[in-house]
């Protein structure tokens, strides 16, 4: 089948390339960059994307499917079209799933479930067994089964020495160990530590808690040669210690989650459940840090932390209810409007954030604008704007703190695996 | 010719030609071990005690058969039910076994250095059974003599160890001794495995069991500590096995020639599946009936060794 | 070393071992059942150009092994310098066999009485009969040979040394004084 978008501007950093063009797209494969006269192939389907740009394929390296285990909150394939929807051609699962993703049989039941689809759902292998902290996963079976990484992710590796044997035998396959940064003994509050949870009256986490574990994971990494990435990293101190390691030549990356470059722990004050996730949501100064981290190549990457989970598990207490929003349709909206129509990020800086440096620290092929290769793309109006409406969203849970928002950009469709999601439908191309 | 120390306490230090002694003396002591009668009369009249402070059976065996073949008097001594389990410290144990007149020492215990300590506080002579992760001569020997008996030479011969390095006694005196002769060493196991340090040994370190066995001639294949390494240092005997287990299907793969050495006891489907342990490309038994003309040469060097 | 005289030399020596020959043929009727056991270095040498010797006269090659008796030393006790020890190679049975123990010179006779507690840890001869080139005297044992190359009594300071082509330039046995250090 045969696909033309016409009036693309192509952007590729990792090609350099900046191009206004068309492409045809033929059985999902490109076939030609160049403009186009469409009465030269009239059995193409045209498609109008005059003034949009054209990325390569989002990706979102933090999501959280709740298969297997949870299938009322979200499954592999309700996440995967939330993807689709929110401009994402590939995500990475973590493995806090029941049970966890440490063996080759869950790993294989994943990628299994998600064939066929347009998204590319690639497992996170767990570090320990279980993540119970006690032995390791057999990490080299799971990278055979298709795991792109490693994490404990909800809680960090429990013990310095397991993480310690973790990177040194991940080295082996040259994958990274991703680090939910949070010391155990100074866990379990509700939101950020500082005089709104005192007015609050809620217990909470101080940012040290994070500090202490992206130190430890820095050292370790440097000690041993391996790899190490901080997950949803949200103090100010931490985005300064992986600066730091990062002149040292220490091979640590880092990622921020939108709600971390958009809101402070201000917005716990109406005790909405809808805002309390893990990493809390913190202080003005942090949100300042992960900006300035974003743009000096400190913090590598975005990703969502998409944390779904169902109504009644959100509608308690605020105590009580569990860590966690939904993500992957409002993250690209977020980071067009807070960082690159504010000024804080190029749109070269917003692809290498959302669409390549994810991709280069799982060792995961990076897509090319070039005749022969395999279409996969991102369309995006950069100037849409609109109001999020949770209505419209396809994943299977709520919870998210932007319903009524207002936006400035907007993936329009995507393409990939010779399928395209556009107008909200799913068609093979 | 004869030694040029009254004690051995490891391989690191021993030059070649002793070496080469040992395992030239250990072949007429080879030959011993298949005469009806397997005894001869050289170390009669002498006392030599076994203190095995760490646990062993058959290096206590091998040792205990060598001094008997020897026509030596043997003591075993134990940690268990003794005098240590009353308190005594380990320096008046020896400093007691001494007064008694003895001539040698074996002795193996889980702290490096006692072997040297030894040397210090007593009068014998001392051979080293294996002190913590430090060093294990005699299996070092003999398992030079071992691939020296079956392939002719160890000079330029490529020889990997796989397994726990970093926990391995066997795996340091095998490097110590099979270099001074000659050879190339080289280590292959999990990261996690593998001891810093290697590349300043001069030894290669290997991540891939397949490369590892097309690249070498002989491979010394280390017991996996179940007790010990499971979950923490690999994440399961299974893994192990499937990534750096040695198999008759990897060896027709990699390399159909190449000798397999185990120091023993096999953890069958581990390190080495069944039908390699009992196949043509391993000399395993061997190796333990040359343990014991080792230790023969070994207790022969030193016992007849005259004070000059 | 000063060498005093020449005993033996390279003629003479093949004619003593044809006679050795002969006379270990003539007492054991025949070369049906000896054996031959040369004692390193050169008593292994000098035994197998007895067993050729027999095998000429005889037409029948007797077995032939090499004994090395260091293990069976009695000095080791009194702290000699230790010896180098090589492989004893006896790859026959040693029962109900007569074995010829053959050596180059026989002197305080405790190589000998080491070799015996040897043989019999290997195996239960017929008999023992003992074969050497040269008896310098000076027994410490008592041992005697059974079949003698040649008698000559020495002193303390000196010494018979036996040279054999497979391993010295000649073939030749000389009477040599040692010199005190």
Redesign the interface.
Known sequence: MEIILKGLRLLNPEQNLDLLSDVLIKDGIIDKIENLDASQNSDAKVFDFSGKICVPGLFDMHVHFREPGGEDKETVISGSNSAASGGFTGVACMPNTNPAIDSAEVVKFIIDRAKGHLVDVNPIGAVT?GRKG????????LYDAGAVGFSDDGTAVKTA??LR?AL??A??IDSPIIEHCEDESLAGGSMNESFVSTELGLPSIPTVAEDLVVMRGILLAEYTGGKIHIAHISSKRSVELVREAKIRGVDVTAEAAPHHFTLTDECVRNFDTNYKMNPPLRQQKDVDAIIEGLQDGTIDCIASDHAPHSIEDKELEYIYAPNGIIGLETQLGLTLTELYHKGKLTLEQVVEKLALNPRKILNLEIPLFEVGEKANFTIIDLDYEYKFDIKYSKSKSKNTPFNGRELKGKSIAVINNSKMYFDGQFQNI | MSLSSNHLLGLKDVPKEDIQLILDTAITFREVLERPIKKVPTLQGKTIVNLFYENSTRTRLSFELAQKRLSADTINFSKSGSSASKGESFKDTVKNIEAMKVDMIVCRHESAGIPKYLTQISNAKIINAGDGRHEHPTQGLLDMYSIREKVGKLEGLNVCIVGDISHSRVALSNIYGLQTMGANVSVCGPSTMIPWGMEDFGVKVYNNIDKAMAENDVLNVLRIQLERDAGVLIPSVREYHNYFGITQERIEKNNPNILILHPGPINRGVEVSSEVADGSSQIILNQVTNGVAIRMAVLYLLGTKSEE | MDIKAKIIDSLGLDRTITRLAHEIIEHNKGSENIVLLGMRTRGEFLAKRIQSKINLIEGTKPNLGTLDTTLYRDDFRIRLKQPEVSVTDISFDLSGKDVILIDDVLYTGRTVRAALDAIMDLGRPNTIQFCVLVDRGHREMPITADYIGKNIPTSINEEVKVKMTEIDDEDSVYLVEIKNS
Do not use: F, I
């Not at chain 1, 006690?134 to 079976?141: F, H």
């Open positions: 067994k006690e032995g390791l996963a057999p990490m080299l079976e020495s397991l044997n040194e035998y080295k082996m």
